[in-house]
T-cell receptor
Framework: DTGVSQNPRHKITKRGQNVTFRCDPI?????LYWYRQTLGQGPEFLTY????????KSRLLSDRFSAERPKGSFSTLEIQRTEQGDSAMYLC????????????FGPGTRLTVT | KQEVTQIPAALSVPEGENLVLNCSFT??????LQWFRQDPGKGLTSLLL?????REQTSGRLNASLDKSSGRSTLYIAASQPGDSATYLC?????????FGAGTILRVKS
């Protein structure tokens, strides 16, 4: 069991550019979550997938944000026309199909928009 | 809307002390509660999960309790060590998502 992985770990981009992050969940975990964390705050929920279906989206997920999980395995989070306010740590988590729904987090992708 | 509050925001203790971190939540209709540890610039490590039907969970020097009716949880750390220095986050499962507190920054001085 290799844990949740995220790539890239760090991304610096200029305002207005598009960025895409990838998350690989723990194998056989059918639930996948994206959160965003700003400095000094706890993570905030963005969106949730069960298999390939996106079942819940936060109001934080503006129309510049899109997330996919095309084959029910890895997921991508794309931010279009980045703004300085998008600078944050983007965290991915997964949980198994049965049991306690305990969420296991990846190392995160740190986004800096200049 | 579920809100989670953690007190204190920061704590500094000498090595060897026992300590308690507090977490409160506004809606008692939770499925479970998780305590996490986060090192600077890193992801979250799950420490303990307490189901809504449980009162406490223990792992090594850590003990977490849950009082759902009063909307409170505590994380007890025994015999603290410098390696325990980190941010500790409490999160309640609210439907499909976790709702987090802002965390307690713990510093254990050697």
């Amino acid at each position: 069991d290799t844990g949740v992985s995220q790539n890239p770990r760090h991304k610096i981009t200029k305002r207005g550019q598009n960025v895409t992050f990838r998350c690989d969940p723990i194998s056989e975990h059918n639930r996948l979550y994206w959160y965003r964390q700003t400095l000094g705050q706890g993570p905030e929920f963005l969106t949730y997938f069960q298999n390939e279906a996106q079942l819940e989206k936060s109001r934080l997920l503006s129309d510049r944000f899109s997330a996919e999980r095309p084959k029910g395995s890895f997921s991508t989070l794309e931010i279009q026309r980045t703004e300085q306010g998008d600078s944050a740590m983007y965290l991915c988590a997964s949980s198994p199909r049965q049991g306690t729904w305990e969420q296991y987090f990846g190392p995160g992708t740190r986004l800096t928009v200049t | 809307k579920q809100e989670v509050t953690q007190i204190p925001a920061a704590l500094s203790v000498p090595e060897g002390e026992n300590l308690v971190l507090n977490c409160s939540f506004t809606d008692s209709a939770i499925y479970n509660l998780q305590w996490f540890r986060q090192d600077p610039g890193k992801g979250l490590t799950s420490l303990l999960l307490i189901q809504s039907s449980q009162r406490e969970q223990t792992s090594g020097r850590l003990n977490a309790s849950l009082d759902k009716s009063s909307g409170r949880s505590t994380l007890y750390i025994a015999a603290s060590q410098p390696g325990d220095s980190a941010t500790y986050l409490c999160a309640v499962r609210d439907g499909n998502k976790l709702v987090f507190g802002a965390g307690t920054i713990l510093r254990v001085k050697s």
